[in-house]
C-alpha cells in the first residue's frame, strides 16, 4: 500500500552498500522509519532531501505491519539547510532530536509534538538568519535564541508526551518547596519529605531549586513559544533549567519503556 | 547432499553487496565449472585480505605492511594531506588522478547521535601528523553530507591553532546531470561556490 504524509528528518543510519534507513518525526505516524534505496550514490534522485532536519512530502510503500517500509519519494517542503551550516548550532539541535528519538514510538501519532518541533526548526531558522544579518558571524551562537528554544522545545514536549517534571509546588500536598528530587520527578515540601518512605527506594539525588527557575519553567509551561522568545533568560538561568531537565530526562529513559509513568 | 555445498555458497554469496540471489546463484555455478587452481586462488585471495590487511600506522588506509605504499612513495607531495572518512575513498580519489599528495583516514564521521564522538576517529593522530610532519595543506574530503560537514568544521576548528591551509572539497552538482532535477540544497550549495570563468 502506498501511503503519503508529511515527515521531518530525524536520522540516518547507512545501511549496506548504498542504502540508507532513514527516521522521520511525522504527525500522522509518530517515529516513522523507512528504508531509502540508494540515496547514497552521488546522482541519487533523492539528492540531499534525507539530510537531518529536511521537512519533507513523502510517501513509502509497505504492507500494515510488515517491517521496514520503502521511501519512493520525498519532496522537499522546507530544507532547514541553515541549521546544518554550523556545528555549535546543530549539536545543539542534536539535543531536542535525541530527546525526541528517546520519548516517540512508531505508529504513536502526536501532532501536537510535531508541530512543536517544525515550530521550534522556524524560530531557530529565523533567529539564525537575524543573528547572522546583524552581528559578527563568529558571536552568533553566544547571542542567539537557541539555548531558550531548546529549553521551551524540552518542557513542552515533556508536557505532551506526559512525562513533565511537577516543579511549581510539592507533587504530594501542593504546598511550596523548592527541592526537586529526581527519583520523584517532583519538587517535595520539607514535611513531605519527612514523613515519606518514598524516597528510600529511589535514592535522595535532589536539587535546589532558585525562584527565578520555577517562574521560568511555569512561563514555558504555560506560555506560548511566540510569546517566549519575547522573554530575555540569562544564561545563568537557561543552564540552570537545562541541568533539572536533562537530569530528569536521565533518569526517565533509564527506566525501561514500560515502566515509565 | 550435493545440493547442500553448492545452496552454502550461493548463501554465502548472496552476503556481498550487491549480490542478489540470482546474480550469487550464476556465480556459485561458474565457480563450481572453474578449473580447481583458480578458484583456489580467489579463496586464497579472500584469506590474504583477512589475515593480512591492517591499517597503514601513518595515515589508516588499507595495507599489508607497516606503512602503506602512498606513505612510502617517495614522489607524492607530502605538503598536502588530503582527509578522507574511510579507506575505499582513497581508491576512488587516486582514480582521478588530479591528486599526488599523502591521505589521511579519520575511519568514520562525526555523530554525536550514534555515539561517534572525536575520540573515536583519527583526528587526534591527523592533529600530531600535522605538528611533525612538513604538511602546508589539508584538504577535507569527508562526505558532502550532515556528517561530513560537521566533521570537516571540527576539523578546521582543531587545526586553527596550527596556523596551516585548512581546505574544502567544493559542492557541486554532478556532472552528466539537467540542473532541473537538482534539489534546492545542491544548487544553492553550487551557486555559493561558483568561480570565475
Ligand atoms: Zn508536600
Ligand atoms: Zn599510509
Known amino acids: 500500500m502506498l501511503t503519503r504524509t508529511e515527515g521531518i528528518v530525524l536520522k540516518t543510519l547507512p545501511y549496506g552498500e548504498a542504502d540508507l534507513i532513514v527516521s522521520y518525526l511525522t504527525p500522522d505516524y509518530g517515529l516513522l522509519k523507512t528504508f531509502a534505496k540508494s540515496p547514497r550514490k552521488i546522482k541519487s534522485r533523492f539528492g540531499s532531501s534525507l539530510e537531518p532536519l529536511t521537512y519533507s512530502r513523502i510517501s513509502f510503500w509497505g504492507k500494515e505491519h510488515a517491517s521496514l517500509p520503502r521511501l519512493t519519494q520525498s519532496d522537499i517542503l522546507h530544507s532547514f539547510y541553515l541549521l546544518r551550516e554550523r556545528m555549535d548550532y546543530f549539536f545543539k539541535i542534536i539535543e531536542i532530536i535525541e530527546l525526541t528519538l528517546n520519548f516517540i514510538q512508531e505508529m504513536d501519532a502526536n501532532k501536537k509534538i510535531f508541530l512543536l518541533f517544525l515550530d521550534t526548526l522556524r524560530l531557530i531558522e529565523e533567529d539564525y538568519i537575524y543573528i547572522k544579518k546583524s552581528f559578527n558571524k563568529e558571536d552568533a551562537f553566544n547571542i542567539s535564541r537557541i539555548g531558550l528554544l531548546v529549553n521551551n522545545y524540552k518542557v513542552k514536549f515533556l508536557k505532551f508526551s506526559g512525562f513533565a517534571p511537577k516543579i511549581d509546588s510539592c507533587g504530594r500536598c501542593g504546598n511550596t518547596g523548592n527541592n526537586f528530587y529526581i527519583s520523584q520527578g517532583s519538587v517535595l515540601c520539607e514535611s513531605c519529605v519527612k514523613e515519606s518512605s518514598v524516597l528510600v527506594s529511589g535514592g535522595l539525588s535532589m536539587i535546589r531549586l532558585s525562584l527565578p527557575v520555577i517562574k521560568f519553567y511555569n512561563a514555558l509551561m504555560t506560555w506560548d513559544t511566540r510569546k517566549i522568545i519575547r522573554i530575555k533568560p540569562s544564561m545563568n538561568l537557561l543552564e540552570e533549567l537545562s541541568n533539572v531537565l536533562n537530569l530528569h530526562i536521565k533518569y526517565i529513559i533509564s527506566k525501561p519503556l514500560k515502566t515509565r509513568t | ?197
Open chain 2, 1 to 197: 547432499m550435493e545440493q547442500g555445498i553448492i545452496e552454502n555458497l550461493i548463501k554465502e554469496l548472496s552476503k556481498l553487496p550487491g549480490i542478489g540471489r540470482k546474480t550469487a546463484q550464476r556465480l556459485a555455478f561458474f565457480i563450481l565449472s572453474m578449473p580447481s587452481e583458480e578458484a583456489k586462488s580467489i579463496a586464497n585471495a579472500i584469506l590474504e585480505v583477512k589475515e593480512k590487511a591492517r591499517f597503514c600506522k601513518n595515515c589508516f588506509n588499507i595495507t599489508d605492511e607497516e606503512i602503506c605504499s602512498i606513505c612510502r612513495n617517495n614522489s607524492r607531495d607530502s605538503s598536502k594531506v588530503c582527509v578522507v572518512e574511510e579507506p575505499s575513498n582513497i581508491i576512488v580519489i587516486e582514480r582521478s588522478g588530479v591528486f599526488n599528495g599523502l591521505y589521511h583516514v579519520l575511519l568514520g564521521a562525526l555523530s554525536p547521535i550514534d555515539g561517534i564522538t572525536p575520540d573515536r576517529l583519527k583526528i587526534n593522530e591527523l592533529i600530531e601528523r600535522v605538528r611533525s610532519d612538513s604538511v602546508q595543506e589539508i584538504i577535507i574530503a569527508t562526505n558532502p553530507n550532515t556528517k561530513g560537514e560537521m566533521t570537516a568544521q571540527y576539523i578546521r576548528e582543531v587545526l586553527k591553532p596550527y596556523n596551516i591551509k585548512v581546505t574544502r572539497i567544493a559542492y557541486g552538482l554532478p556532472i552528466g546531470g539537467d540542473i532541473e532535477f537538482a534539489d534546492e540544497v545542491t544548487l544553492g550549495k553550487a551557486l555559493e561556490g561558483r568561480r570565475e570563468i
